[in-house]
């Protein structure tokens, strides 16, 4: 299971809701037979492998795209295009154009990724905090995927763009060690990674607010009407523990997968628990130099609302955003989580093609108080009773003192 800021889909636990019909519905429902390849803890529970779907090419889908000039104009109504991205029939996946200076800070970081992963080992162990469970700093086959394997395919850099120190504060640093503890950079051996990183998460945490702003309006205009003291815009404005990720995904041959044509062979099925997940269009280089995806059919794919997997396509300047479950809570439902995972290229001229991206979580605060609504249909495993009352840290500690025990078993 996941020790990073999301949740694996176990689909043969997963209930999907049909388009229109509200989940409170569903509860009671008999298991659906999953579309996508299982994921979970336990191979035991799962049904066989679907191998048709599997090998299947999902079509390919453009992302609903809001140009940054309209996004930052907080008067305008974008409740068609936030509707038909983030809303019942979307994907859940939206990108922005034309974001002023973020085509080269992507390519800035982007660059540094396999840099990073190409340090020597001594020094990446160096660089790790198994004290926050390797979410700061490096982290490489720390967290396990599908059917309990660890995820060996994919290497990471965590680190707050925002403060290096987010607090001194003993008791919170015990209590969510995974938020609050410092950053951690590779001062002497990779000194521009900081930079890169911080400027790049800067910008796509300042868009991703003007994009919570409108998805405010957009719930709100759906008839729930003001709220109270829980708009996205604002729980994410006052929140100091917004999370970067820069993720490098190894070459086939160097992460030995066998599973090349499965649709989640580069990272498993999952949702976030952020409100949103800020995400650069992946950069692929073969011995270092940049090429566009050998396979069409490579990339991050989406179990749409209506229970199909599409591969989703948005360009290399657009920045997107995907919504996590804390966006799901806070919007009772009007905006939903979207499950995700990475197919890996398999075509013939695939070998030794790598690819690195970039995502920045944007979440609650530790601290941000957050009810759980009846019927929230994830983390059942958690048995958080409906409408209790979780701090967001609280709610990851819980996630992840229950995985990392598991990993450990
Ligand atoms: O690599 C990607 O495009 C997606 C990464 C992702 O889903 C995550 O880090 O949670
Ligand atoms: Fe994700």
Redesign the pocket.
């Known amino acids: 299971m996941s020790l990073?800021?999301?949740s694996p889909i176990n689909w043969s636990q997963a209930t999907p809701t049909p388009p229109g019909e509200p989940r409170e519905r569903q509860r009671g429902r008999r298991r659906a037979r999953p579309l996508a390849p299982a994921g979970g803890r336990s191979t035991r529970d799962l049904p066989p492998p679907d191998l048709a779907m599997q090998q299947q090419r999902p079509p390919s889908v453009r992302a609903v795209t809001i140009p940054f000039a309209d996004l930052e104009d907080k008067g305008k109504d974008l409740s068609g295009k936030i509707g038909g991205g983030f809303g019942r029939q979307g994907l859940g996946i939206v990108s922005i154009a034309d974001v002023p200076g973020y085509p080269e800070l992507r390519k800035r970081l982007l660059r540094l990724a396999p840099r990073v992963a190409n340090l020597p080992e001594e020094v990446k162990r160096g660089l790790e905090d198994p004290n926050s469970r390797y979410n700061f700093g490096w982290s490489h086959g720390k967290q396990k995927f599908e059917s309990g394997k660890f995820d060996t395919f994919?290497g990471?850099y965590f680190a707050n763009p925002l403060f290096d120190v987010p607090t001194t504060d003993d008791v919170l640093l015990t209590r969510f060690p995974s938020y609050c503890r410092p950053n951690i950079w590779p001062t002497g051996d990779l000194p521009e990674l900081e930079t890169a990183f911080k400027d790049l998460g800067k910008l796509m945490l300042e868009v991703g607010l003007m994009l919570a702003h409108h998805c405010d309006h957009y719930v709100m205009n759906q008839g729930v009407g003001q709220y109270i003291g829980e708009s996205l815009g604002q729980t994410l404005a006052r929140s100091r523990c917004h999370k970067g990720?820069l993720?490098y995904?190894f070459p086939k041959e160097f992460s030995k997968q066998k599973d090349g044509q499965s649709i989640s062979s580069?990272?498993g099925w999952?949702t976030?628990y952020a409100s949103l997940?800020g995400?650069?269009c992946?950069l692929f280089m073969r011995k270092s130099v940049e090429i566009p995806c050998p396979d069409s059919g490579a990339?991050?794919h989406i179990r749409s609302r209506d229970n199909q997997v599409v591969k989703v396509t948005f360009e290399n300047d657009e920045l997107a955003y995907?919504t996590g479950e804390t966006a799901e809570i806070l919007s009772r439902g009007h905006l939903r989580a979207t499950p995700?995972?990475?197919k890996a290229p398999s075509s013939e001229d695939a070998s030794l093609v790598d690819?690195s991206?970039f995502?920045l979580?944007v979440q609650p605060n530790w601290d941000e108080k957050i009810k759980f609504p009846s019927g929230f249909p994830y983390h059942q495993e958690l048995s958080i009773p409906p409408n209790e009352t979780l701090a967001y840290g609280e709610y990851s500690e819980r996630l992840l003192n229950k995985h990392y025990e598991e990993a450990r078993t």
């Open positions: 990073h800021h999301c994919k990471s990720r993720l995904y580069w990272c999952h976030d997940t995400l650069t992946g990339g991050l995907m995700h995972c990475v690819r991206t995502a979580f």
